[in-house]
């Protein structure tokens, strides 16, 4: 498909060779639209995004960005390719030691020879598109979480990048800052022409944005489909994770032997 | 930045005091002030037995040290141990009779070589040959010796 | 006897896996050198924080070990009349031994420990894979300039080490004891060789100083990104570098001083 950024093909992945991840994942990953993809914690979901920026690679099967073969790549042609991927980290992960200014223009000095009121009118500009302008002094320890959050944003966009990963973006937030980095998210896709992908287990938020839905499941895409496809799907699966109902196919209790036998051999 | 600066500073006056630690270490502790050896000229001297006696001893006179052992070897032709010594350029008047002699310091210190200026006209130079040596005294061979003579009164 | 022998397998494969994982990844430090020259202003930070840090701890230990073994060496050397020797006691052991040694040890507990707690955690807060994904990579980013200024501090606090301990064992053995200041010095000075005693001691502490640092930046680099891996790694840190520090002293010495 020439309209999809990103393309996986039957992915399989493992830590070790007792717990497999992926049994064959396949997912598009159209341009210009926001891919989000879903599931129960512990599925995996996060490790996805690390597949597609090259920290991961996959036992066997294809991770193709933008035509590039990302697993084949060599040091130097992967680092080429993240130039154009940024990545929200769930915790922000801004270098500590650095003020806000510094962080966002940390990837520019690392990368390009410019002048040092060139690099200012970047940074600014994209402190100024998370609402963060006068905050460019601080230090990330004097900010609050989602503040945090909003400085990752603006650093991970510095580079201009064609595919914007946000890794678990609604976690932990207070309900205005939640709608906060929701538009922010939305905005940035269509004001810059970013392709982005949300991984989250958040329904509500990830529902009211995304263009398209993935759910993942034991190592492989259960459903996939628009918000609203997948509100009114008939899998019962779907149903259960949509309208977060305790059992399902989806069981409640850890795989278990007999709960009476269970209880009586303690008597021994 | 003001941070950066004092970086800068303390980490220059960490190199300064290095360099001056190492300067000190050099010249007020280890003997590198003192003789070098490359410096001086070679003289050989033969002796029937070198006792404990090794490189880099000192070769004094009266005394002073003007040199040091760089060599000790086993000469084949003539069945006797050879000490290669060099000596400071400062002591070429040194007379060619000069004679060499093994001491020891104290009971049990270290050994050394001693040179006693002889009455000849010619200097010893690069390469020359010390005739007139002294062994090393060997204890047990003086108390053998002491005590044969008493045994056998 | 069978699951003795699979847990003893395991445990041979896991400590030759860990032990290829830290060359390969010395090889990455290495060849970040040309990084490190590249950005002069974050080296001279690291060797601040690696080298300016660690250099009050040394020169107080130098001080009380070199007033230490100066009263101890006079206690012993009194008794047979040799505390002219003094100085020489100090000065050799100080040298030789208990400079890089000492220095080694305090360097790991101080800086070492440090670096492998900061970059330990810069895993766990995401900032080295959030480095990844800005194209930056943090072996020759973060880590390389930190292995390079321990290598080259170490060997100079090394030699600070040594000349203050012999000055303050000189105070205790001269001013405060009464041996002759004259033999203090000279006999020091007759028997101290600078090439060979001072140049082996500072190329033992050149050795500790890579060894020390390779296995802080690695076990910060390898930690488990939790606060408990983080934890473990720091106490791995020092712990191993001790006995690094201690083993290969002996090598050392074995190869540099064994034929007198």
Not at chain 1, 226 to 252: A, H, I, R, T
Not at chain 3, 17 to 30: D, E, I, Y
Not at chain 3, 54 to 59: E, K, R, W
Not at chain 3, 216 to 231: D, R
Request: net charge negative; aromatic share 8%; proline share 4%.
């Amino acid at each position: 498909m020439s309209d999809s950024l990103v393309s996986i093909r039957d992915v399989h992945f493992s830590w070790n060779p007792r717990r497999e991840i992926y049994t064959g994942v396949s997912l598009e990953i159209p341009e210009g639209k926001i891919t989000a993809i879903m599931g129960p914690s512990g599925t995996g979901k996060t490790t996805l995004l690390r597949l597609i920026g090259g920290q991961l690679r996959p036992s066997s099967g294809s991770v193709q960005v933008a035509g590039e073969e990302i697993p084949k790549l060599n040091r130097e042609k992967l680092y080429k390719a993240r130039r154009r991927m940024g990545m929200l980290f769930q915790s922000g992960a801004l270098l500590t030691d650095l003020s806000v200014f510094e962080n966002i223009a940390f990837p520019i000095r690392e990368h390009y020879d410019f002048t040092e009121s060139m690099i200012r009118d970047i940074v600014l500009m994209k402190l100024e598109l998370v609402g963060l302008r006068g905050a460019r002094d601080l230090m990330p320890s004097e900010l609050s979480g989602g503040m945090k959050r909003r400085v990752a944003l603006a650093r991970a966009i510095v580079l201009d990048p064609l595919l914007m990963m946000y890794d678990e973006p609604f976690t932990g937030l207070d309900p205005v800052t939640l709608g906060t980095i929701v538009t922010l998210i939305k905005e940035l896709n269509e004001s810059l022409g970013l392709t982005s992908v949300i991984v989250s287990h958040d329904i509500r938020e990830t529902f009211s944005i995304a263009d398209h839905v993935c759910i993942l499941s034991e190592g492989i895409i259960v459903a996939a489909g628009s918000p609203e496809e997948l509100m009114n799907s008939d899998s019962e699966f779907v149903q259960q994770f949509v309208n977060g109902k305790p059992d399902g196919p989806m069981p409640f209790h850890y795989p278990a032997g007999d709960y009476t036998q269970d209880l009586l051999d303690g008597d021994i | 930045m003001g941070s950066s600066r004092t970086a800068e500073i303390t980490v220059g006056a960490l190199f300064v005091l290095g360099v001056l630690a190492l300067f000190a270490l050099a010249m007020n502790v280890s003997n590198i002030s003192s003789f070098s050896a490359d410096k001086g000229f070679n003289v050989t001297a033969k002796f029937g037995n070198v006792g404990g006696l090794k490189t880099k001893a000192k070769v004094t006179l009266s005394g002073v040290t003007v040199g040091r052992v760089t060599e000790i070897f086993y000469d084949k032709k003539s069945f006797r141990a050879t000490v290669v010594m060099a000596i400071d350029p400062q002591y070429d008047y040194l007379p060619e009779d000069t004679q060499a002699s093994i001491y020891t310091a104290g009971l049990l210190g270290e050994q050394y070589v001693s040179l006693e200026p002889g009455a000849e006209e010619v200097s010893l130079k690069e390469g020359s040959v010390i005739q007139l040596t002294q062994s090393a005294v060997v204890l047990e061979e003086i108390i053998g010796k002491v005590l044969v003579s008493l045994t056998t009164k | 006897m069978l699951n003795f022998l699979q847990t003893t397998g395991a445990h041979i494969i896991d400590t030759l896996s860990n032990l290829g994982k830290a060359t390969l990844f010395l090889f990455n430090v290495l060849l970040g050198l040309k990084d490190v020259l590249l950005r002069p202003k974050v080296f001279v930070r690291e060797l601040y924080s690696v080298g300016v840090l660690s250099m009050l701890i040394i020169i107080f230990s130098a001080i009380f070990v070199g007033m230490v073994m100066s009263l101890l060496g006079y206690i012993t050397l009194v008794d047979f009349g040799a505390e002219e020797s003094l100085g020489l006691l100090v000065s050799l052991s100080l040298i030789r031994e208990l400079g890089p040694v000492l220095s080694a040890l305090l360097f790991s507990g101080r800086a070492g420990s440090a670096l492998t707690a900061e970059i330990g955690l810069m895993k766990a807060t995401e900032q080295l894979a959030s480095m990844e994904m800005m194209a930056v990579d943090p072996v020759r980013r973060i880590i390389a300039p930190r292995f390079f200024a321990g290598l080259i501090t170490l060997p100079i606090l090394t030699i600070i080490f040594m000349a203050i301990g012999i000055y303050s064992g000189y105070l205790v053995g001269s001013v405060w004891l009464g041996v002759d200041d004259g033999s203090f010095w000279s006999q020091m000075q007759s028997k101290v060789e600078f090439r060979h005693d001072i140049v082996n001691g500072i190329i033992k502490s050149v050795v500790f100083a890579f060894v020390v640092t390779w296995i802080a930046v690695f076990q910060g680099y390898n930690a488990m990104p939790t606060s408990e891996g983080v934890s473990r790694a720091t106490t791995n840190s020092v712990v191993y570098s001790a006995l690094a520090v201690l083993a290969l002293d002996f090598i050392l010495t074995a190869l540099m001083f064994s034929n007198f």
